[in-house]
T-cell receptor, first 115, second 112 residues
């Protein structure tokens, strides 16, 4: 399968625990995005990488959230001291830089439940 | 004001109906526009890009009005399989910034 891969698919954690999610983008894609989606809402932008450089972070991303893409390939999103409000679907997407069209392909997401 | 606004619906239409979705965006510097489709508990998938001249793909027609900062999607001859959430997406790229901003989505339910 050459699509975007996310692991784990589901994560249940106790409030206050740390969690880490992984995203493996499509291999030739240099752009990688993280989004968060809650029920009834569209995906909310969290952060964006071009290669290994994190070029933008949303103001929604508190200091408990950190993302890395150390070699410009896979990425990890870590949430420290999880809160119930962090429960959501975390989506990763990747795209290849083109001049005009930046279609993004999404992974199936990691569903986080904080209890 | 949200950067991308859509009517959340739901739109309940009979099979064969024509349905139109509208979307407005606030950033006049936005350069690329898309409609994504999201089935229940699945990831969003690209339905079609939206070009300045308008474009059509089978039963689907997308239009862009840059002056009004308005995007539309028209679905003709609705099928049961069209039932999904349709997400309006705007790419605010410029300089180092390149991010896709999603609307809340419009839920379409096509009834037999």
């Amino acid at each position: 399968d050459t699509g975007v891969s996310q692991n784990p698919r589901h994560k249940i954690t106790k409030r206050g625990q740390n969690v880490t999610f992984r995203c493996d983008p499509i291999s030739e894609h240099n752009r990688l995005y993280w989004y968060r989606q809650t029920l009834g809402q569209g995906p909310e932008f969290l952060t964006y990488f071009q290669n290994e450089a994190q070029l933008e972070k949303s103001r929604l991303l508190s200091d408990r959230f950190s993302a890395e893409r150390p070699k410009g390939s896979f990425s990890t999103l870590e949430i420290q001291r999880t809160e119930q409000g962090d429960s959501a679907m975390y989506l990763c997407a990747s795209s290849r830089r083109r001049q005009a069209n930046t279609e993004a392909f999404f992974g199936q997401g990691t569903r986080l439940t904080v209890v | 004001r949200k950067e991308v606004e859509q009517d959340p619906g739901p739109f309940n239409v009979p099979e064969g109906a024509t349905v139109a979705f509208n979307c407005t965006y606030s950033n006049s510097a936005s350069q690329s526009f898309f409609w994504y489709r999201q089935d229940c508990r699945k990831e969003p998938k690209l339905l079609m890009s939206v070009y300045s001249s308008g474009n059509e793909d089978g039963r689907f027609t997308a239009q862009l009005n840059r002056a009004s900062q308005y995007i539309s999607l028209l679905i003709r001859d609705s099928k049961l399989s069209d039932s999904a959430t349709y997400l309006c997406v705007v790419n605010t790229n410029g300089g180092a910034t390149n991010k896709l901003i999603f609307g809340t989505g419009t839920l379409l339910a096509v009834q037999p």
